[in-house]
Structures are given as C-alpha cells and as structure tokens.
C-alpha cells in the first residue's frame, strides 16, 4: 500500500460552558490516507490489509500519542473512510485487533474495547471517531469523540486509517457511572 499523506488533526477545550477545564481536554486524530489495492472490484482474502496495519497503526498511534504530550492518552478510538470504488470492508479489514493492539502498545496498554466507525465516502467527508476510556467502557465520562473532515480524501482508489486519542474526559461531566478512580481494569468494563 501506497502512503499518499498522513494528517494530524487537535483540539484542546479549556472551558465549557464558562467553566474552565484543568487540565484542558485535548483530543487527537492522526489520519494515513493510502492507496486501496482492491479498489474496483472484489477479493475474498482481506488478510493483506490487516496485515499492513500493523506498521500503520505503529506510526499513527505513536504520532497521536506525541501530539498529546504533555498528557497521557486516557480514551481512544479509531476509524476509517474508504473511496467510492472501495468496499467499507476493506477499511474493516485494518481496524482489526492488529491495528487495535498497536494503539493499546502506543498508550501502555489498555483492557478496553476500542470504539470503531467506518464507511465509503467520496473526497471532503466528516467522520466522527468515537472515543472511550482505554481501560474500563463503563466510564460514561470519557464517552466523546473527534470529528474531522478530510477535504481531498480519500480518493476513489484510497483507504483513509484513523487512530484518535483523548488525555481526560469530558469536561463538567456528571451523568454518574464508573468513576476513572474506580477502575478495577479486570476486564475491559469496570
């Protein structure tokens, strides 16, 4: 596969609804936009793309992860947009637990479940990528997301890769459940 460009997209919210945030919450997607090798038409066998995001996954999880510095990666999330000759399984195919595990490597680990969202999309789409605490899904306050717009990607014959990242939760959240506190990270969950 073909790296045509990787893109760094932050946004760091210091107050919201006039209360300011300590530390700021600062929310991170890197995007690889790549050439799809079975664009235009059908293959059984999707291995390949799984295959090669691992590397993928390494480079932008690395990159997310720098981006939140000075912070720690608290909550993660992932995506992928692929172009209009694709199939939204081929973008499937490297969101898989292989590009996951780079993420949890990239954060020091995490037991949690990784929130994914795809799609076929012509050039200049939005994408929410969803986020999630990286130990414990129940932790209602680190529910959010990132959302992004590519403006010439992908391409018809391109596979764009997300890795997002987040260094808090919401801020002034207080809808209850798990508290970060109390993760007992035995399963993913709580």
Request: glycine share 12%; proline share 4%.
């Amino acid at each position: 596969m073909e790296l045509r460009k990787i893109l760094t997209f932050a946004e760091e919210i210091a107050s919201e609804a006039g209360r300011a945030g300590e530390p700021p919450l600062r929310k991170v997607a890197v995007v690889a936009v790549l050439t799809n090798p079975f664009a235009g038409g059908y293959v059984a066998d999707l291995s390949a793309l799984t295959e090669a995001s691992l590397d993928i996954g390494r480079r932008l999880s690395a990159l997310g992860v720098a981006a939140l510095a000075p912070w720690p990666a608290q909550s993660y999330g992932k995506a992928g947009l692929v172009g209009t000759e694709g199939e939204q399984e081929h973008a499937v195919a490297m969101l898989t637990t292989v590009f996951g595990n780079a993420m949890r490597d990239a954060v020091g680990g995490g037991k949690a479940w990784i929130s994914s969202m795809t799609k076929r999309v012509a050039a200049g789409s939005t994408i929410d990528i969803p986020l999630a605490h990286k130990d414990a899904l129940y932790v209602r306050s680190h529910y959010d997301g990132i959302t992004i717009t590519l403006h010439d990607a992908p391409l018809p014959n391109e596979i764009a890769i997300i890795a997002g990242f987040a260094n808090r939760g919401r801020l002034n959240h207080r809808v209850g459940g798990l508290a970060a506190g109390d993760i007992k990270g035995v399963d993913g969950l709580v």
